[in-house]
Each structure stands twice: as structure tokens, then as C-alpha cells.
């Protein structure tokens, strides 16, 4: 499988929260921790998607968060 990284972020929770999103509209997404398991404060978690589906992945995001901030 090819994937893809649509995201990347210093916080776990949220990009759980950006991977179950996606799920929940049938896209297919996995977490790569970077982070360094000595030092917590150093590093990357990236939510990767297959690229198939990338475009669909970020208009997506796009879409929420353009839907947070007008809330």
C-alpha cells in the first residue's frame, strides 16, 4: 500500500480525533508516531491515508475546519 501523509501535528489526541473523521467517511487512515520515546516534547505524529484517496482526505479536513471556525 502507498500512503500518504495529509497531516502532521505534536499532538496524539488530535490527530486520533483528525483519523476517526476520516474513518467515519469511509477513508482509510494510520498514525506514524515520530516522536522520540525518550523526550516526548520532540518530534512528529503524522495521520496518513492512502493516495487514492488524498484529495478527498484534505477537502475533508478542509471542510471541517472551515466549519469550526465559523461556528
Known amino acids: 500500500m502507498n500512503w500518504q501523509k495529509i497531516y ?3 499532538n ?3 490527530a486520533e480525533i483528525i ?3 476520516l474513518k467515519e467517511h469511509d477513508i482509510q487512515a494510520i498514525i ?3 516522536r522520540d520515546s525518550a523526550y516526548n516534547m520532540f518530534g512528529e505524529v503524522e495521520v496518513l491515508v492512502l493516495r487514492e484517496d488524498v484529495i478527498k ?4 479536513l478542509k471542510h ?3 466549519t469550526e471556525r465559523s461556528d
Open 8 to 10: 502532521g501535528t505534536t
Open 12 to 14: 496524539l489526541p488530535q
Open 19 to 21: 483519523k476517526n473523521l
Open 32 to 34: 506514524l508516531n515520530k
Open 57 to 60: 482526505a484534505i477537502q475533508l
Open 64 to 66: 471541517e475546519l472551515e
